[in-house]
Structures are given as structure tokens and as C-alpha cells.
């Protein structure tokens, strides 16, 4: 069974920073990616990294703050985070989907076939 392993949430202060990491248990994926959930709001793309090419695609918000890395074996990838604010306090989910798929398409949550059980980031003013 897939397993993907989220770890490095946590509390901290705005303006702060952490560095999210997700394992995966099976094998390399040709798309990976950061979603996170805020209480009371749907899930939302936060960013996503081709394994092959390594260009990254991040949402709008985030852009120039967080970067997302792989590892060299490409079965951990990363999701640094800087500058933090309030409203990146969500709970933070990777995902791995196991064909490549269209650029345009890395933002869907739909479709990504696993999914970790998340970490929560609290960013305090």
C-alpha cells in the first residue's frame, strides 16, 4: 500500500519559516505536489514540481515564498516556506500522481491518486 508521509508542520510566528517534508514509501512519481486546507475552506493547490523536468508551479500567493524541491532518489519532496503570514495556516497534504499529466493540469486535486494524512501549519501574528 502507498504510503506518503508528511512531516516538519508545526507552530510559528508570522514572518517565520518551516520546511515541509512528504516520503514516499513506493516509488518515484512523475508528479508531485502541496496542497492545504485551511478550517472552513475547500482544499487548494498550493504547488507542484514535474519529477522529470523539475520546473516547479506554484499558486499565485505563495510565489517568491515557497519553493518546492526533491530529493535526488526523487522519494521526498519538499515544500520550504518563508515569510509566513496568517493565511498560510492551513493543514498542508502532498500528493503524487502516478502518470504525467499536462502542466495545466497540476493544480487539480483530482488529479493526484495519493495522498498523505497531512501536517498542520499554525502561523501566529
Known amino acids: 500500500q502507498v504510503q506518503l508521509v508528511e512531516s516538519g508542520g508545526g507552530p510559528v510566528q508570522a514572518g517565520g519559516f518551516l520546511r515541509l517534508s512528504c516520503v514516499s514509501s513506493?516509488?518515484?512519481?512523475?508528479?508531485l505536489g502541496w496542497f492545504r486546507q485551511a478550517p472552513g475552506k475547500e482544499r487548494e493547490f498550493v504547488a507542484a514540481?514535474?519529477?522529470?523536468?523539475?520546473?516547479?508551479l506554484y499558486r499565485e500567493s505563495v510565489k517568491g515564498r515557497f519553493t518546492i524541491s526533491t530529493d535526488r532518489a526523487k522519494t521526498t519532496w519538499y515544500l520550504q516556506m518563508n515569510n509566513l503570514n496568517s493565511e498560510d495556516t492551513a493543514v498542508y497534504y502532498c500528493?503524487?500522481?502516478?502518470?504525467?499529466?499536462?502542466?495545466?493540469?497540476?493544480?487539480?486535486?483530482?488529479?493526484?491518486?495519493?495522498w498523505g494524512r497531512g501536517t498542520q501549519v499554525t502561523v501566529s501574528a
Open positions: 500528493a503524487a500522481r502516478a502518470a504525467a499529466i499536462v502542466r495545466s493540469s497540476w493544480s487539480d486535486s483530482n488529479v493526484y491518486s495519493y
Open positions: 513506493e516509488r518515484q512519481y512523475p508528479l
Open positions: 514540481i514535474g519529477r522529470q523536468s523539475g520546473y516547479p
